[in-house]
Nanobody, 121 residues
Framework: QVQLVESGGGLVQAGESLRLSCAAS????????MGWYRQAPGKQLELVAI???????NYADSVKDRFTISRDNAQKSVYLQMNSLRPEDTAVYYC???????????????WGQGTQVTVSS
């Protein structure tokens, strides 16, 4: 009932920047959290950044001061500005949105399809 569409991944060199976007659509009444996770080859899924309605933002220590999460509530979108990219940032990035559906105000959690970010040294 909720669809997420991600865009913005790609191949860049170390030190360059990328901006990821994720747009939510569907039977959405409200959104509470919007976040980005990533999974590198052979590693577990990890939280990169999260934006909590009324609760601020949190970042993984490895991306603090380099990545910035932002959201546009009107567009039901979340963005991840990634600066000073490093080879260790190479991963598939997923957006995750949590909120409530219009139908009975049921809670939902939806994931994007993932977008590849590759940083060469």
């Amino acid at each position: 009932q909720v669809q997420l569409v991600e865009s913005g991944g790609g191949l860049v060199q170390a030190g360059e920047s990328l901006r990821l976007s994720c747009a939510a659509s569907g039977n959405i009444f409200s959104i509470t959290t919007m976040g980005w996770y990533r999974q590198a080859p052979g590693k577990q899924l990890e939280l990169v950044a999260i934006d909590i309605s009324g609760g601020g933002t949190n970042y993984a220590d490895s991306v603090k001061d380099r990545f910035t999460i932002s959201r546009d509530n009107a567009q039901k979108s979340v963005y991840l500005q990634m600066n000073s990219l490093r080879p260790e940032d190479t991963a598939v990035y997923y957006c995750r949105v949590r909120g409530r559906l219009r139908t009975r105000l049921d809670d939902f959690i939806s994931w994007g399809q993932g977008t590849q970010v590759t940083v060469s040294s």
